[in-house]
C-alpha cells in the first residue's frame, strides 16, 4: 500500500454504533476512519451516541447521520479503500447493494457485536458478501466454519479481540483477582445487567424483578442497579417489548413497598462496572466486561441454558447460578481454562487487520474478486426492497415504507420462530 487507506465504519444501532466505534480503535492510528449511523428507527439518541463513542477515537466528535442517497454520496465521492459495516444484517444486506461490485471496490468487512454462539443462521446470510466477516474467539470461530459448511455460505472468518476489551486487563484468577477493597471509588453496587430478549415474557421478567426486589432488601447497604441501554421511548438493536422501568414502575403504582436501593439507571458500563461488587445478567456481554475488569460475576440459570437464553457459551465457565444466589450475593470468578478459548485469547493471535491489509494490496495489484450476491429471483428482490427500508426508514417515513418495514420485521420474527418451533419438536423426538 503507498497511500493511507481511508475506512468508512457504517452502523445502526446502539450495540452496533459501540462494537463498531470500538473496533476501529484497533485501526492503525495513521488511517483516516469516518464513521457514518444510518437514519432509522433504531437510531440512537444522543444520550446513547455520547455513551457508545465513550474511549474511542470518534469521541467528542459528533458522528455523520445519513439516509441511502446521502450514504451513497459518501461511498461515490470519499471512495473508502475499507468498508466495516458494523449494523444489523438488513442495513449490511443494504450497504452492499450501494457498492459497485467492481475489482477496485473497497474491502468489506463485518461481523456481530458480542457473543455470537449459537450460530444464528440469517446473520450469516445477510453478510454473504463480505470478504472479512470478524468473529471473537476461537469456539466462535469454529462453530461458525461448521455453520458455514452446513448452511453452504462460505465466508473468511478471523480473529478479533471483541472491541471494548482490546484495552482490558486479561482477567486475573483466583486469589490474585482484584478486590472490592481496593483503593479506588467506593465498590458499593450490585450490577444487573439487563437484556431486551432474555428473559422475554412478561411473567418471567416480573419475577426477575421481584428477585432484585429481594436482593435489594436482603443488603441495605448495597445499591442494586438495573443497568437498562434505553430509557423510555429510547431504540435499541432489540426490541424490548417490556422494559424492567416500567414494570418496575407497575410493581410499585400497585402498592407494593420497592426499597430505595433498588434504582434503574442507563450509562456506559464501565462506569457502573467500577463501583459493582459484582455483576448479574441471563447472558449481556457486559459479562466478559466485568471479567476483564475484575468484577465476580453470575449468569443466571433460572430460565435454562440453551440457544434461546444465549447462554450456552457459557456452560463451561464457573459462571452459572440462579436467583437464590443473586439473593445471597454470591458471585464468582471464571474458570481459568474456558477465557482462553472464550474472549480472552492473546491479542497477538489476532488475525482480522492482516487479512484487511492483505486484500488492500491485491486490491491494489489486481482487484478484489465480486462480492457474493443472492440469485436475482423476484423474491429476493422484494426482501432487498425491504432491508433498505429497514436499514434506513426515519420515524417519518412514508406509509409504504412503514407497512414494508413492518412486514420484514414480522418475517424474521416468523423465521426465529419457526427455527424455535423445529428445536421443540427435536427434544421431544430425542
Not at 458500563?269 to 461488587?277: C, E, G, S, V
Not at 468484577?295 to 437464590?324: K, M
Not at 481454562?337 to 492483505?358: C, G, I, K, Q
Request: hydrophobic residues 45%; contains cysteine; charged residues 25%.
Amino acid at each position: 500500500m503507498t497511500e493511507t487507506p481511508r475506512v468508512l465504519v457504517f452502523t445502526d444501532s446502539d450495540s452496533y454504533v459501540k462494537w463498531g466505534a470500538s473496533l476501529a480503535n484497533q485501526i492503525p492510528k495513521d488511517w483516516s476512519v469516518r464513521l457514518a449511523v444510518a437514519r432509522s428507527k433504531a437510531e440512537p439518541s444522543p444520550r446513547q451516541m455520547a455513551e457508545a463513542l465513550v474511549d474511542s477515537r470518534f469521541e467528542g466528535d459528533p458522528p455523520v447521520r445519513v439516509g441511502r442517497d446521502e450514504l451513497r454520496s459518501i461511498l461515490d465521492e470519499w471512495r473508502p479503500d475499507v468498508v466495516v459495516a458494523a449494523s444489523r444484517g438488513p442495513a449490511v444486506h443494504a450497504l452492499v447493494s450501494l457498492i459497485d461490485n467492481v475489482p477496485g471496490r473497497p474491502v468489506l468487512v463485518s461481523g456481530l457485536a458480542g457473543i455470537a454462539v449459537p450460530v444464528i443462521p440469517y446473520g450469516l446470510g445477510f453478510r454473504r458478501a463480505v470478504d472479512v466477516f470478524v468473529l471473537h474467539s476461537r469456539r466462535e470461530l469454529r462453530e461458525f466454519a461448521v455453520a458455514s459448511k452446513e448452511l453452504g455460505i462460505p465466508h473468511t472468518y478471523e480473529l478479533a479481540t471483541l472491541p471494548f476489551l482490546a484495552s482490558a486487563p486479561r482477567p486475573v484468577i483466583a486469589d490474585t483477582m482484584r478486590q472490592v477493597d481496593e483503593p479506588g471509588p467506593v465498590r458499593n453496587r450490585i450490577v444487573f445487567a439487563a437484556q431486551a430478549l432474555v428473559p422475554g415474557a412478561r411473567r418471567e421478567r416480573t419475577w426477575l424483578l421481584q428477585q432484585l426486589i429481594e436482593t435489594a432488601r436482603a443488603h441495605p447497604h448495597l445499591e442494586v442497579v438495573i443497568k437498562v441501554r434505553a430509557r423510555s421511548g429510547e431504540p435499541q438493536t432489540h426490541a424490548e417489548q417490556f422494559s424492567y422501568e416500567d414494570l418496575l414502575a407497575e410493581i410499585a403504582a400497585s402498592g407494593e413497598q420497592v426499597p430505595a436501593n433498588l434504582v434503574v439507571e442507563s450509562g456506559a458500563m464501565a462506569r457502573h462496572l467500577r463501583r459493582a461488587i459484582g455483576l448479574v445478567t441471563v447472558s449481556s456481554t457486559s459479562l466478559l466486561e466485568a471479567m476483564a475488569e475484575g468484577v465476580p460475576c453470575l449468569a443466571l440459570t433460572d430460565f435454562g441454558v440453551g440457544a434461546d437464553q444465549i447462554n450456552l457459551v457459557l456452560a463451561q465457565s464457573g459462571l452459572l447460578g440462579t436467583t437464590r444466589d443473586l439473593v445471597a450475593a454470591s458471585f464468582r470468578h471464571p474458570e481459568p481454562d474456558w477465557l482462553e478459548d472464550n474472549y480472552f485469547h492473546d491479542s497477538s493471535d489476532n488475525t482480522w487487520l492482516a487479512r484487511v491489509e492483505l486484500l488492500l494490496e491485491r486490491r491494489r495489484l489486481v482487484g478484489l474478486p465480486p462480492y457474493r450476491v443472492p440469485p436475482r429471483t423476484l423474491a429476493n428482490r422484494a426482501r432487498a426492497r425491504g432491508y433498505r427500508h429497514f436499514a434506513f426508514t426515519s420515524a417519518e417515513g412514508s406509509r409504504l415504507e412503514r407497512v414494508e418495514s413492518r412486514a420484514l420485521a414480522l418475517g424474521i420474527w416468523g423465521n426465529r420462530r419457526r427455527r424455535e418451533i423445529l428445536r421443540a419438536v427435536r427434544r421431544r423426538r430425542v
